[in-house]
């Protein structure tokens, strides 16, 4: 059973502290950073530059139970869906979803109540499922992802190998990456997993705001998640896969079905208005990750609101109750009991506050810094020279990105014998972790917009981080270093999977960091630009499925509430509105 959550509001720092991320567009003649507004968006992404609404002490409470959700029972004939609560559902679910921000790996098809039967009584032979097949679904969602790859994944195709052997070893791994989908390090092949669970977590949310509490989401990712459930499935899954028209182009590409979801109507709605619904959602679309600190860890070209710490901090019930959420989604996505769940769920807190935390912090940084130092001194000079040792310098990037900053910083992993001693596929634990990350970053994004001043952006915000587990990954593959966990957990043998930093502060980070999400003009090397429905999203109409919005569309999601970004004196950023969707709000199914 899940525990209910308290809001537990955070204090502001004295008024003098306030501080707001006021960005201005470049004066004629000076270089543009990533501290200046941008000159106009063209996107087909729903999202766009947002910011923070302010929620009430009242209207937190009211959607407090969002935090533990349990899985729907039994689902009633549904009302008619609309294109219009599918495209907020999508933009709130797949599109933004805290998936990696530098890699569009998921695709969602998306089925009326007539194949939704069809799929449920495949659902009813899966082995491996987390609960009933539910009758009278209005719609499912079937959702593949495929391996991670990205110019970090390249470069790591050049680690660890031996200098008069590598000329060779390279080029096999090379090959075994493409056609057969190995990972140079483990933590890799365990980053779909970590999305699948944290958009699973986020769908459930989305399904919910996007039906004004009407509908929930039945999600099935047990048996999709290992290779032995898939090749127990094999033959169902085949029946999925050629439902979506899955070609065999994209299989060796990689895709592959990671979950099904039924969304069906609910005998008793939650109680939650339409109004609140729409402002919690979008604040959804306003969370980005906060790496910034003021006064810590800001660039020197950084403006002033940037350069100066805050007096700020979080209370010791504050982080109980982000930590009562983080155990929640342990136990609704592995089934597990919740007093097992804390043991299987391994956690370390190390508190920057405390001199003790400092020191756990310093060793964490020397450690991935020297991690950095071995993989430039090893990469094999043969491919580093000829490409101008752009190898080289996409790993010295990795100190910056990787360092660690914040009041609070976590770590979450677990210790893969004890996991399977308890019944439980490695794979779906690993789908339960990047729940527990999502829905503890949830709390406290949230709760920092509740009683938020105008003088200020934010209270508190976080940043979810798989690199220092991967750089920590490679010293323990290839340089003999512990796992991250290991000094808090001297006992297991754990694998740690994610960081997330908490960061209490008021003001945003650069609106030059959602740029590279949003812009194709400023997209930075490891980026992918945050897609459009019509991109990943695929639905299902009279036994025919195209792409929803097919054509592409300008609309921002959740538009109504205006909380789009703006220079100081309220001018907008052309384009970042969007445009309405002209094609209307057609009945879908009826």
Known sequence: MQNPISIIPITPPPPEQHRKREAFWAKEGEKRNRYHLPTELQSRSPIGYRTRVALTKEEAD???????????????????????ELFDEASLGIVSSRQSTNFQGHRQYTFGPEKSKEIASILHQLDGREGPVLDHAAYTHIVLNRPYRTPFTLLLTFIGHK??????????????????????????????HLHMGILADGLERAVVLASS???????????????????????????????????????NQGWRIRMVTQVGQLETPHPISTTLCRKVAANLLAFRSERIMP????????????????????????????????????VRWTGCSRERSKDLLLLDRIDNMQEVGNQKLEKINRENNQITDYIIRDIPKWADIPTGKQLSKNAERGRKAFALTGQRIYIAGLDRAEVERENIDWFQAIQAVGAVSARSALYCELTGCVALPNTCDLLAGICIMAGPVNQNDIGKQFYDVPDLLKDAHP?????????????????????GNEEQLLNPKRKGALVDLRPGVDEI????????????????????????????????????????????????????WT
């Open 62 to 84: 009211q959607i407090s139970f969002l935090f533990s959700l349990e899985a729907p029972q039994s689902f009633v004939k549904s009302d008619p869906i609309f294109e219009n």
């Open 163 to 192: 200098p008069l052997t590598s000329l060779a070893t390279v080029p096999v791994r090379g090959w075994k990456k493409r056609y057969r989908f190995e990972d140079d390090i483990p933590t890799i092949g365990y980053l779909p």
């Open 213 to 251: 509490g009407k509908r929930q989401a039945n999600s099935f990712m047990g048996p999709f998640c290992s290779q032995n459930r898939i090749d127990t499935n094999r033959s169902l899954i085949q029946q999925l896969e050629k439902l979506i028209d899955l070609s065999p182009k994209e299989y």
């Open 295 to 330: 006064g810590v860890n800001a660039e020197k070209k950084a403006p002033e609101g940037y350069q100066k710490k805050q007096n700020m901090n979080v209370s010791d019930e504050f982080i109980f109750q982000a930590g009562r959420a983080a155990y929640n989604a342990f």
């Open 491 to 511: 006992d297991k043998d754990p694998t740690s999977l994610l960081v997330w930093t908490l960061k209490a502060k008021t003001i945003t980070d650069p609106l």
């Open 537 to 588: 999203c695929f639905v299902e109409q009279e036994g025919s499925i195209a792409p929803m919005r097919s054509g592409g569309s300008q609309e921002r999601a959740f538009a109504d509430l205006n909380n789009f970004a703006t220079s100081v004196d309220g001018e907008d950023i052309p384009g970042n509105r969007g445009e309405k969707w002209p094609g209307g709000n057609p009945a879908i």
